[in-house]
């Protein structure tokens, strides 16, 4: 952990703007400066500290007090919130994720009659955006603003309104530590390698994201693959208005946005060759997740890939402080599934939505950032650092099927 913490990392005016990215002040910049550096620090210098506290504070106490050691994650947490070290670093941290999303949500609110106004002018006469009025948000998005993004993905202040996209888009830098490259499409960038790596023959000529939100990462898919046709499905229509602004205005006119739910979504079956998600199935539901996958596999194109990246799932091998660690966000993140689905056996969900066993692929990454413009800083920052093994500086690690190898990111999909 220390050979780097003197780093700090970029600042936000290095983001990449485009013709509907808010244009920042002083002030608003230099608060984004401090957050980030702030949620870097939590991640990168306080965090081990926590594992040291159980190590040598709480689970002694725990196994002179019970003849034996935490047995769950559930049982590691209630000890551990005895402990003041542990309140204070958990109290920081859902501050400062809160303090980023309500900043984030500031700057775009004081913009929101111009956003629109610059969103319209690039939507207005296309025929790549398609919204529908008629469409009921799940119960599971309306329930909880996630990760406390303020109003969440989908509801609008003014009619036309984007600024939660625009939220969305800014908070990335903070609550990622600025890890997620200039555009945010680090995932992104790493799906299309991975694409191009492992399946050097698919010339899709079909692609769709699931949740694709503003199309950030699904832009680097459009790049790989420029005579494609790329469609981005989401629920949230503030999303998808300015993710077509954004793409117009960054000169991708091959992707549509569509607004409907990747488990109905109205496509021709059999009529697609890529399918794909970027952190989608850990804002859902068990029943998306099995709802969904039939839907995605009756709609992939024989020979086509579904791929999807999320974080780790556990497997019988991750280690218990490991979970109670990772299963923070659900309750002082606002991500109610996220412990759900690190239960859910995703290999036996994609057989069971009709994949076949032996089509079945699981790899690790992290996130690709634009040689030249945030390195050194992409390989050596991870807001989840405590939670990975070393990752190397090969950056992508395949493996084979079998789950969480302890790479930061998570690549499982299936071939037809
Ligand atoms: C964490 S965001 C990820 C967005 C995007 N993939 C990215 O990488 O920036 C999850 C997205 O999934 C969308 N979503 C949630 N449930 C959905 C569903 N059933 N169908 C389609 N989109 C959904 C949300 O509106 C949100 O935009």
Redesign the pocket.
Known sequence: MSQDTGTLPPTFDRADGHAVFPQTDHDETARMNFLTGLNVHIGRTLSPGVRTTYEQRVKPAYEKANGAAPSSATDIRKAMLLDPNYQQWAALRRNTQETSQQASREIALRRVDTLSAEADALNDGRNTLSLDDNLTI?S??AAVD??LMPG???TEAVDGDVTAAAT?EIS?FPIGGASFGAK?DG??RAMANFVRDRFPDLNPKRIV??????????LPLAAAFPDAEIIV????AP?LRYGHARAQSMGYGNVSFVQ????T?DLEPGSIDLIV????W???STK?VSE?LAHMHSLLAPGGVMLH?EQPNFDAATPTFERFMRDWDAYYNNEPFWPKLHTLDMFQAMEDAGFDKENLFDAGTEADIEPGRFQPWSTIVTRHRHETKDLGDTGRKLSTLGGYKGERWWLFGATR
Do not use: R
């Open positions: 799940p599971y998005q996630n990760h969440s993905y989908y969305y990335l945010g995932g992104g994201d699931m949740g694709g939100g503003i199309g950030g990462n699904t499905v989401d629920t949230a999303m409907g739910l990747a488990e979504v998600s970027v952190m989608f850990h804002e859902t998306t969904a990246l």
